[in-house]
T-cell receptor
């Protein structure tokens, strides 16, 4: 199993540009989580989906952030327009919706907005 | 407002000795607790978990202790090995099941000296 795959690994962009982060879930997993890691706040949950349906997006900081699951195995997190304070490492994680399986994280996307 | 607190940002121990990593939580609704380990440039990986109906769970060199009355848990690693050097995150969930919405602490950096 290839694990959770995130792309790109690094993204450097200028303020105001649109940024799209991508995530491929582990085959068979049906829960998808987007986390953001910063020095100040640690790992914060942004949004999570069960069976492609967004369950809790209360962690999404602003309307500039949006996440989608166009199919059961893929998700995107979009920031438009990006700002320097969005600079962080963004992690995607997936799991089985069985109540016992732990989250499997991807290796993250390091975003730098200048 | 941090609901899961890892107050010590770092810990250094000698190889072969015990490492004790502490975690406190404030939300009395939390009933499932996990530890994740993270190496640089990788995503967190699941290490061990404990349900609130237990006060101890052991897996090889790793043992997690839960003190519900004190809202405190700890991870013991014995004997510690250089390969254990990583950032350790404590996480908690307010619903039964490991894949529910997890709240993470900021992490503790463990260094095991050869």
């Amino acid at each position: 199993d290839a694990g959770v795959i995130q792309s790109p690994r690094h993204e450097v962009t200028e303020m105001g540009q649109e940024v799209t982060l991508r995530c491929k879930l582990i085959s068979g997993h049906n829960s998808l989580f987007w986390y953001r890691q910063t020095m100040m706040r640690g790992l914060e949950l942004l949004i999570y989906f069960n069976n492609n349906v967004p369950i809790d997006d209360s962690g999404m900081p602003e309307d500039r952030f949006s996440a989608k699951m166009p199919n059961a195995s893929f998700s995107t997190l979009k920031i438009q327009p990006s700002e320097p304070r969005d600079s962080a490492v963004y992690f995607c994680a997936s799991s089985l919706l069985d109540g016992n399986s732990p989250l499997h994280f991807g290796n993250g996307t390091r975003l730098t907005v200048t | 407002d941090q609901q899961v607190k890892q107050n010590s940002p770092s810990l250094s121990v000698q190889e072969g000795r015990i490492s004790i990593l502490n975690c406190d939580y404030t939300n009395s609704m939390f009933d499932y607790f996990l530890w994740y380990k993270k190496y640089p440039a990788e995503g967190p990986t699941f290490l061990i978990s404990i349900s609130s109906i237990k006060d101890k769970n052991e897996d090889g060199r790793f043992t997690v202790f839960l003190n519900k009355s004190a809202k405190h848990l700890s991870l013991h690693i014995v004997p510690s090995q250089p390969g254990d050097s990583a950032v350790y995150f404590c996480a908690a969930s307010a619903a039964r099941g490991a894949n529910s919405k997890l709240t993470f602490g900021k992490g503790i950096t463990l260094s095991v000296r050869p």
